[in-house]
């Protein structure tokens, strides 16, 4: 009888985390997840085991984490970045810990998921041969785990890899990201504040962002490399803010009430030529067609 393949996924109660676990049960792996809380009801699936685990403890990982694992792929992190210190814990120490203890446990494939924002003041589109300074605790403790894990694969062929991500959307989110905050107030048919929207952003729906994980996982020529994550498509914030509010025909955006930073950049995307060459990976579901199945799962769950 064939081996289940074996995952472990940190941060699997998040919301990519519970659409990658989802999919893998679909395949009938054994998923297990680690995080520091339990699922909310919206994201419990009773055939995940739930590892409650603080990650940037490695006493903690020791007596709670097995090692039979064949994959592990980390959406682990501190949510809230405005405790500098934590922030830099969960996203830099975390990795650290978590590499560190699997180094010689026979892992096939060790994904991290890293953030278009290492990028920092490059100009758009992002190559991954682009180097970044980030100035933001958040973005430059995931820059750190992507360096220690590239050199870890370097010194001792640790299998890693990191997925750079921009904008994921899609159900079960929660509302502290533009699409979902856009969606509910227009559902509820409210006056909801924005920016211009001059700006330009990357968004990729979630099913898309689960399969170029797992293609990752499987693809011996994905480690000690960055790939990013994105549409490669980028679209106009008000653009967007106008098709979600076309689709419901309710709210009322108030255009310009939110001020932009002085260091927000007007333009950020990535190129997704990498992916499509060495992972064979691009999306396939367009802005239109995720917007619409978002919105039909925030219509039912309002």
């Known amino acids: 009888m064939k081996k289940k393949n074996n995952i472990l996924i940190v941060g699997g109660t998040g919301f990519i985390g519970y659409h990658l676990a989802n999919k893998c049960i679909q395949k009938n792996w054994k998923v297990t997840s680690v995080s520091a809380h339990q699922p909310k009801k919206k994201r419990f ?121 921009y904008q994921a959307y899609g159900p079960r989110q929660d509302v502290n990201r533009l699409i979902p905050i856009v969606i509910k107030n227009c559902l509820q048919n409210k006056k909801f504040d924005c920016s211009e929207g001059k700006q330009f952003r990357d968004f990729v729906y979630i099913d898309d962002v689960v399969n170029i994980i797992l293609k990752t996982l499987k693809n011996k020529n994905s480690k000690g490399k960055i790939f990013n994550v994105g549409s490669g498509k980028p679209i106009k914030v008000k653009k967007l803010i106008e098709t979600i509010n076309n689709k419901i025909k309710k709210g009322y955006p108030q255009y310009g009430k939110i001020k932009l930073r002085k260091d927000e950049k007007i333009k950020v995307f990535p190129s997704i030529n990498r992916s499509k060459k060495i992972l064979k990976w691009q999306p396939k579901i367009s802005i239109q067609s995720g917007l619409t199945k978002t919105i039909q799962y925030y219509k039912k769950n309002d």
Not at 116 to 137: F, I, L, Q
């Open 45 to 165: 699936n009773k055939k995940i085991e739930y590892l409650i685990c603080d990650i940037t403890k490695k006493n903690d990982i020791k007596k709670k984490i097995g090692d039979n694992f064949d994959y592990l792929v980390n959406l682990g992190g501190y949510v809230d970045h405005s405790n500098k210190k934590k922030t830099y814990q969960s996203h830099y120490i975390g990795v650290k810990n978590l590499a560190k203890f699997f180094l010689f446990k026979n892992l096939k494939s060790f994904v991290q998921l890293g953030s278009g924002g290492e990028y920092a003041d490059c100009e758009s589109p992002h190559k991954e041969t682009n180097k970044g300074s980030p100035v933001s605790t958040y973005y430059r403790s995931k820059l750190l785990a992507t360096l220690h894990l590239k050199k870890l694969f370097q010194k001792k062929k640790f299998p890693a890899t990191i997925l750079r991500l």
